[in-house]
Structures are given as structure tokens and as C-alpha cells.
């Protein structure tokens, strides 16, 4: 760790890090979350990612297993159906309030980032649209000056970034949200709330689509996974201690302690 850098910054960091491999694809749904492999990697000790990974555990990106390691979520239909009815309620109303309520200030910073996300489309950055689109929903539930729903966008971002990442056709995503943003430059709630409602079916439509082009190809059982095909080897790495640390391997290791 860094002598210039808190626990608590440093913990942000691992924090953000891990949740931007998850959302963007480069730890797959399932793959294994093991302390002592991340702070290797990250270059950390084991107390900050223990931290991140009960902080992304609390926003859906995360499962925690008890005395073992963690593994990044697999989100079932079920999972997306229950997000899907979430969003059919909270897209809709955050934009209608947003064309009702929004300042000049946050119209500005809607437009930019509308019309960043548009260039990196274009550019073919396709990780940088999409937090462009997340940041775009971000600020659409800012404009709606209603607190309350704020707080259950906090809870929701994640899995709404998520989602979002799924979307391959990025001049689609690009194009509803100009559409979005002029109905709510005009303080037009109707439009507004009705563009929403079909965006969100055009998310849905894209997530299908994403999953089902991964479906394709994805690597036979094993390849390309080293823990995949020999699960037994990151259980040696991981799980390589006295037996006192197996019935606690968080308690048992003072190494591990800051």
C-alpha cells in the first residue's frame, strides 16, 4: 500500500477496480474470488479486498460463500426478470420527473455526457460507451429531484451498469438516448416516459441478443480456465493451510492482518 493512501482510499480502489472488471466482462459470471489471488494481484493485503468484496456482495455483483472463496455473480432469467420489473417502474418515472424538474446546469451535463457516449459509439470504445450510458441514467435520476428515488438508484447501479454492459449495438443505445434527452429538454413527461419504456425493451432485447452471441462462444468446459479445469489446483493455492485456518481463514492468519 501506498504511505500516501488511507485504508479507506485504498479500499475505494480495489472496490472500483473489481467492480469494473465485473460489469465490463473480464472476471466471467462465476469465475472464483479468492483473497489471497486478488491481493497478489492487486498488490494489496487481504484486508481491503475482503472490504471490496463485501461492498460489490451488497450491490449483486458478488457471492460470498462462507470459510471459502467468492465468485462473481451468475445472474439468472429469474434475476433479470425481477431487475427488468424493477426498471420498468424506475426508468419510466425518473425520466418523467426529469423533464419536469431538470435545471440548466443538469440538462448541460446531460447533453455532454449524451453526447460523449455518442463519439466513443462511434470510435468504437465500446467499455467507455457503456459507462457513458450508465453515467447518462446516473444524471436522469439526479434530474428528478427526488431523493428517495436516488437512494434506490444507489442500490440498483450496479446491476443497472451491469445490464447495461450487456448492449452490443451501441448506435442503437446511442440514438434512444439522444431521443431521451430532447424529450426531456423540452419538458415533454409524456414522451419522455414513454422513450423510457421502450428503451428499456430495447435493453432487454440487447441483453438476449449478448447473451445468447456468448453462448457461442464461449470455450468448451475447461479451456482457458486454469481453475475451471483443474479446480483442485486454486483449492491448493486458496486452502493451503493449517487446519485451524480452515475452520476460520479469515481469524486464523495474523500474516493477513494489517
Known amino acids: ?3 500516501s493512501e488511507s485504508p479507506q482510499s485504498e479500499t475505494m480502489r480495489v472496490t472500483e477496480a473489481l467492480r469494473n472488471e465485473i460489469i465490463e466482462g473480464h472476471r466471467r459470471p462465476g469465475s472464483r474470488l479468492v483473497e489471497r489471488n486478488l491481493a497478489t494481484e492487486l498488490g494489496v493485503s487481504r484486508v481491503p479486498i475482503r472490504e471490496a468484496l463485501k461492498k460489490l456482495a451488497s450491490e449483486g455483483l458478488v457471492t460470498n460463500r ?7 455473480r451468475e445472474f439468472s432469467p429469474s434475476d433479470i426478470a425481477d431487475l427488468n420489473e424493477v426498471r420498468t417502474v424506475f426508468d419510466v ?3 418523467e420527473l426529469a423533464a419536469q424538474r431538470h435545471t440548466r446546469e443538469g440538462l448541460a451535463r446531460l447533453e455532454a455526457t449524451m453526447l460523449k457516449g455518442r463519439e466513443l459509439a462511434d470510435a468504437g470504445d465500446v467499455a467507455g460507451a457503456h459507462r457513458c450510458a450508465a453515467e447518462f441514467h446516473a444524471i436522469v435520476t439526479e434530474l428528478s429531484g427526488n431523493e428517495l428515488l436516488g437512494e434506490i438508484g444507489a442500490l440498483l447501479d450496479s446491476r443497472m451498469r451491469w445490464q447495461l454492459s450487456q448492449h452490443d449495438d451501441l448506435a442503437v443505445v446511442a ?20 422513450l423510457a419504456g421502450r428503451h428499456l425493451g430495447t435493453s432487454q432485447e440487447q441483453h438476449d441478443k ?13 479451456q482457458g480456465d486454469p481453475a475451471a479445469a483443474d479446480p483442485a489446483a486454486e483449492d491448493a493455492e486458496s486452502v493451503v493451510v493449517p487446519a485451524a485456518e480452515d475452520a476460520d481463514p479469515i481469524a486464523a492468519d495474523p500474516a493477513d492482518v494489517d
Do not use: C, Y
Open 1 to 3: 500500500m501506498k504511505s
Open 66 to 72: 462462507p470459510n471459502t472463496w467468492s465468485t462473481v
Open 93 to 95: 418515472l425518473s425520466f
Open 175 to 194: 440514438t434512444e438516448h439522444a431521443e431521451l434527452f430532447d424529450a426531456i429538454a423540452r419538458r415533454d413527461q409524456t414522451l419522455a416516459g414513454s
Open 210 to 222: 449478448h447473451s445468447k452471441r456468448l453462448a457461442k462462444t464461449v470455450p468448451e468446459e475447461g
